[in-house]
């Protein structure tokens, strides 16, 4: 059975989707096989991984909408051992069209059940939302990491992020777990960078992930080659970060081969 990783974090531009592709696409270099989930309407890791958003004739939507099978949606990418269920603008107007439907909350870990079986991970990128798409997404997750920018206000906002996953545990999915909180665009010349990471391992101490991201302009250009930035320049400082956060999990989770 796959496990299941939601990347979520309700602020925008906290590095979720470079998060999503990147670790993926480390993971699938690493020879598991990986499934990413586009869970975002803006549908950034489907062009990022070099497919078309426009051009995608079936998404996540319809899986969540209207029961299509999953594995009829997803498709391959570049990568060898890397798959993904792309998104489509059309996601948002689901969470209007969920409102009244039976299990509402679950529509993403039913879609999910049936490929579940057929990879190692799946890693769901989710939208700068705590709405009921990101709800469906920690639904059907078995852990989440949550990104945070080495920037002014890192914190804010992960209070009510951190409340939101409670409740879920409480109500929806009581297996839960935070995989980490993730340090990204760390910048090692600048004060604040190194002030963000001190406070935030300070409140959040062994939930913090050892591999920090650097910000590095491989990591921000590779999507618009429609690549992850191991295949656009593997020696790259952001490339080898993710590899190395790839490896962090799969020893956490004892999963190394
Ligand atoms: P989110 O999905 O949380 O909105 P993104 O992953 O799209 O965030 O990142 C926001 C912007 O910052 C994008 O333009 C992305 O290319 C850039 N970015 C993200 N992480 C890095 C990094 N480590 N170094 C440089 N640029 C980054
Ligand atoms: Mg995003």
């Known amino acids: 059975m796959g496990k299941v990783i939601a990347i979520a974090n309700q602020k925008g531009g906290v590095g979720k989707t470079t998060s999503a592709i ?4 480390s993971l699938a270099a690493l020879e598991y096989k990986t499934l990413i989930v586009d869970a975002d ?32 949606i997803i498709v391959e990418t570049d990568l060898d051992y890397l798959h993904i269920l792309p998104s489509h603008i059309n996601l948002v107007g689901a969470e209007v069209e969920m409102v009244n439907i039976k299990n509402r909350e679950e529509r993403m870990r039913d879609a999910l059940k049936k490929v579940r079986k057929k990879y190692d991970f799946i890693i769901i990128d989710c939208s700068p939302s705590l709405g009921l798409i990101t709800i469906n997404a920690l639904t059907a997750a078995d852990s989440v990491i949550i990104p945070v920018q ?4 890192a914190l804010e906002g992960l209070g009510k992020l951190l409340n939101t996953i409670k409740i879920i545990q409480t109500r929806l999915n009581k297996d839960l777990e935070i995989e980490g909180i993730l340090l990204t665009m760390y910048d090692v010349r600048l004060n604040l960078s190194n ?37 656009h320049d593997a020696e790259s400082k952001g490339a080898i970060s993710y590899l190395n956060l790839a490896k962090e999990i799969i020893n956490n989770n004892g999963l190394g081969k």
């Open 22 to 25: 990147n670790l993926a696409a």
């Open 41 to 72: 309407p803006q549908a950034n890791s489907t062009s990022g991984i070099g497919y078309n958003p426009k051009e995608i004739e079936s998404s996540i939507y319809e899986c969540m909408v209207d029961e299509v099978d999953a594995q009829d």
């Open 150 to 153: 080495c920037e002014y206000f």
């Open 195 to 231: 002030q963000v990471v001190d406070e935030v391992k300070q409140h959040f101490s062994k939930m913090v992930f050892e591999t920090l991201i650097p910000r590095n302009i491989k990591l921000s250009e590779s999507p618009s080659f429609g690549l992850p930035a191991i295949a």
